[in-house]
């Protein structure tokens, strides 16, 4: 299924959670994998969500840096 991260979309199995969408994009965008413990994800309406969600075909969610 195709979820988008960010405004690019990346390919994630049936049934993945935010984590899964977040190790993907930070796999190709060559960016370290540790970091995504440390990023707060929001859904399209600017919701707060947790990297346990799961996903839907075509969703959007957004993530940056947590703030402290």
């Known amino acids: ?3 988008k991260v960010n405004r690019r979309y ?3 199995f049936e049934g993945a959670k935010v984590k899964h969408a977040l190790l993907r994009y930070f ?3 060559d960016l370290d994998r540790e970091k995504i413990a440390s990023v707060e994800v ?3 309406w600017g919701h707060l969500i947790d ?3 799961p996903l839907t075909e ?3 969610i957004k993530f940056k840096e947590k703030r402290i």
């Open 1 to 3: 299924m195709r979820v």
């Open 10 to 12: 990346v390919e994630v």
């Open 27 to 29: 796999v190709v965008k």
């Open 42 to 44: 929001f859904d399209a």
């Open 51 to 53: 990297h346990d969600a």
């Open 58 to 60: 075509n969703q959007k």
